[in-house]
């Protein structure tokens, strides 16, 4: 299986400028980092290091700390995402209603093993509980969420984004 090589940072002039923006208005506000993160996530959709050391430059803090809380929290990612945003769910109700298969299959048709595909329209996560159990095993792409999923319809779901 396909492993990803590191994704090259491919940041904007606009999205510099919004970030800028931003950092400018936090840098005496206390507790900025927080927001500073979530913000700079919103921009870019994912905290690369270009991203963190520029926060740490602005804000004044070093780059462990901005790297330490960028990974504490599950909200922030430090790898893109793809335009299609897949997650199955391995929490307990879904694994044993055979979410494994399903994201196996995913792996295979994907060609990775979690991440993003090469071109950059897939990525593929394992989840825990999504609050779904009754339409267990369950799978979402994006806001899109598909219960009580086989294997053999994964392929269907995979070729509507495609289109």
């Known amino acids: 299986m396909a492993q990803n090589a590191k994704v090259p940072f491919n940041g904007t002039k606009a999205q510099a400028d ?56 599950s909200q922030f990612t430090l790898t893109p995402k793809g335009k299609y945003k897949i997650g199955v769910c391995l929490g307990t109700a879904c ?9 196996a299959e995913l792996q295979k048709q994907l060609g990775i093993e979690s991440g993003i595909t090469d071109d950059l329209v897939y990525s593929l996560d394992a989840t825990r509980c999504i609050g779904c159990c009754g339409l267990a095993p369950v799978m979402t792409v994006n806001d899109d969420v598909y219960g009580k999923l086989t294997k053999d319809q994964i392929a269907g779901i995979l070729a509507k984004y495609k289109a």
């Not at 690369?48 to 504490?72: K, M």
């Not at 694994?95 to 994201?103: A, D, L, R």
């Open 18 to 73: 919004e970030l800028e923006k931003v950092l400018k208005g936090l840098k005496n506000v206390e507790g900025a980092l927080m927001p500073a993160l979530q913000q700079a996530q919103d921009i870019y959709g994912y905290l690369p290091i270009e991203v963190q050391e520029v926060i740490a430059d602005r804000l004044g803090v070093s780059l462990a700390e901005v790297f330490g809380v960028a990974t504490f929290y």
């Open 95 to 103: 694994y044993v209603k055979g979410s494994g298969e399903i994201y």
